[in-house]
Structures are given as structure tokens and as C-alpha cells.
């Protein structure tokens, strides 16, 4: 819209056209007030009764909250008013009523449950405390695409439709593509795996994956967003390097860039950018660990995978992000190496929030037989993933990556209780739509 100015730039002396939504109408007799709201914030509006034109002040004051209105109108000082300004209007035009009937209200006064407020996100996202979860969220993802970029990373967009899965059958989504069967991919694995081994090198996507997980919990979701990397010539160790610098820089921008937002959100005084090094912990230490916080029922043995409230006690116990490194092979995926000295233990990796698992990554196998043994090994036919497994023939150097929960990130950063919070449509076992 020309010509338009947004509240928070309205300044004083001036005459301006805003445009927004009615966000409150207060009308105290001689006297009335209309706040209207933007994606800057709110500005009020002053109708003085017995000075101004009469279909003016009617038009002003008969509107429906949440209509879509532009106000014209010289700008004052007014310290009484919530933002310092007001504006005295010249004219006002309706551009869009809203139904007087609100599923929710966006003002805040008066919450809503969740699923209501799923039902009706552009009316959530009327809210300032949600809206500025998108914000972050937003900064969060444009600081990773940078930091990437620093360290030498070429993005890249990996099919979502695929021929075959990667985690196992049992999460993946099938569809139907031309009357042959095909799948939602559960994750770029195999596809950066491919890139890493040509002239790109180190590449990461930002995109979805698909996971058709029956539970239902505040930190599932059956689509969610996945920051991966991949890079050649990297091992275990330097891929933990890179998305510790990754969420350093996340975390770094926002709290460098959204200062407003975390106030909005009562963070202001506790967001903490992770300074330290993320301390690395072998699996073996964190089970040792776990067991002597007296948090568990049964004592955990080698082999064991780590239940959650295990990972709970031990992220209480540290304190800060971590990683659980030198995992039995046995639990982590095929495609990841093992340790030279001990095929017991694989490179693999998981960063840890104190809440929750938000990485895994690892080595990877680069070395053909072992790769096709691997899938033997775990049930798959290796014919299968030709396409993939034949570039291993043709010079693949050893590489490691690694993929990044966005919406973990975004919650656990915020402090956030359900991950449907960082997400704008969620995907779970009762939500297709909208
Ligand atoms: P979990 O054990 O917590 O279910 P996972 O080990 O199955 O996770 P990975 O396959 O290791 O998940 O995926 C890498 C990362 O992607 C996870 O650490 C997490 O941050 C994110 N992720 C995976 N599955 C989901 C999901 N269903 N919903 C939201 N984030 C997910
Ligand atoms: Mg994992």
C-alpha cells in the first residue's frame, strides 16, 4: 500500500495513513479512543465527539474489533497514550469488517485452548506474544543460513517424495505417485550424503521431514522442520564444531535482533546466549551419570537407549547444552562408522538441550562393502538404494553431518512447553488441517 506508515513510525508532527486491524474501541462518552494495530505494534486513535464530523466519529466507533481499517490523521504527543502518540483522524475507511463473533480473541483478555487456537492461527498470530515466536523463529533460521554460509556451506532443497526410506519402514508415510508406491521422506539423509561426495562438499538443507510416529507428545511432530549438514573430509568431531556454532549463532542473533520479541515474551531477563563449550560426555559417562542422579527406577546398562526421563535427570544434572558421544553401535543407525579401535562403539552423536535431544549425527560409512553389509545387517535390501550405494563405488571421501530439530530448537530456546508452539500448522495424530 503507498503511502502507508507503519505505527511504530509514526512520528509526531507529522500527517500519516495507518493501516491495520481494530485492536480495541474505548468510548468514554465525550471522548473515545480506538487502538489500531500492525505488524509494528499499536497506535491510538482519538476521537474528540463534540469536534468532529459526525459520520467520522460513527464510522470510527461502529466498527467491529478485528475489521481491517486505514486511519488518516495528523500525529500528536500524547504521553497518556500507550506508545506516546496519538493520532487525531481526518478520515477513516473501513477496508475489511470483521464478524462480530470471534472464535478467539486476539487482545489476550480472554485465553483460548490450543486446538483453538491451531483452528485459528491468523487470529493467534494477532497476539504479540505469538507472533513474536515467528519472529524469532525467523531470525533464528536467517542467523543458521548465514553462519552456514561462513563456514563454507552451500544450501541445497533434497526430494520430499521418495522411493524408499532410510529410518526404517515403519515411520514413513506412503503415498501414491503415478499408481507406484512412494513415500514423504523422513529425512535429506541420503540425498546430502550423495552431494558431500561430489564438488559441493559441505552442504545443508533446511526443509521437511516426515515421520509417521504414532505418539503424541509435547515434543513430536509427524512433520517438522530439519536443519542438516553434511560436509566432506569432516569427521565426528568437527561436525559437533559446526552445530555448536550453528546454535551459538542462533541464539546470538536473537538475542542481538529481538530484544522486543524476548520482552514481549518475559525473557528479557533470562535468554542466556550459551557461551562455554558444550561439554562432550561418552555415552558410557552419561549412563553412569544418569544412574547415580537415583532419578531411575532401574539402573541402566550398556546398550540401553536413553528413556526420556533418564535424558531429564542428566540434562538437570549438567546444566547446559551437551553431548552424549560414543554410542554402542548396536543403537545407532547403519550408515553411521564405527570407531576404528572399537566396532562396539560408533561415532555417532546427539546434542543435548537439558529438556531434550535436539541433534544426531555422526561419521558416516563411506567405505562401499561396509555400506552394503550395513544394510544387509539391518534388513534392507541393499538393491534397493542402488542409486544410492553405486556412488560409493566412485570415489566418496570420508564425510559427517548431522540434522537439527528447527522446532526443538525454537521451543527449548524460548522455553516453550509444547513444540506445536514454534510451528505454524502442526502436523500431529489429530491435526491434517489446517
Ligand atoms: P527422538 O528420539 O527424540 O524421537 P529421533 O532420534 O527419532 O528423535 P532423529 O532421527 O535423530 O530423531 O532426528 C534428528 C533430530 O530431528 C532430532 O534430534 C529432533 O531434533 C528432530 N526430530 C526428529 N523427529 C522429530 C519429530 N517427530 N518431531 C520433531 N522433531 C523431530
Ligand atoms: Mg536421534
Redo the contacts with the bound molecule.
Sequence with gaps: MQDRTYTAEAEPGETVTVAGWVHEVRDLGGIAFLILRDTTGQIQVKFQKDEMDEDLVETGLGVSRESVITVTGAVEEEPRAPTGVEITPESVEVVAAADPELPLDPSGKVDAEISTRLDNRTLDLRKEEVQAIFEIRAEALAAIRAHFREVGCTEINTPKIVATGT?GGTELFPITYFGQEAFMNQ?PQLFKQLMAGSSLERVFEIGPIF?A?EHNTP????E?T?IDFEGAFCDHQEAMDVVEGVVKAAYEAVAEECSEELETLGLADEFEVPEEAFPRLSYEEAIERINATGELEEQLVWGDDLPTEGEKALGEDVGTHYFITDWPSEIKPFYIMDHEEDEQLSTGFDLMHPR?????GGQREHRYEELVDGFEQQGLDPDAFEYYTKMFKYGMPPHAGW???G??LVMTMLGLEN?REAVLFPRDRQRLSP
Excluded: D, F, P, T
Aim: hydrophobic share 35%.
Design positions: 529410518e529425512s515421520r510416529e515434543r513430536h511432530l509427524n517438522a530439519s531434550m535431544e535436539l541433534v544426531s540434522g537439527l530439530g522446532e526443538r513444540i
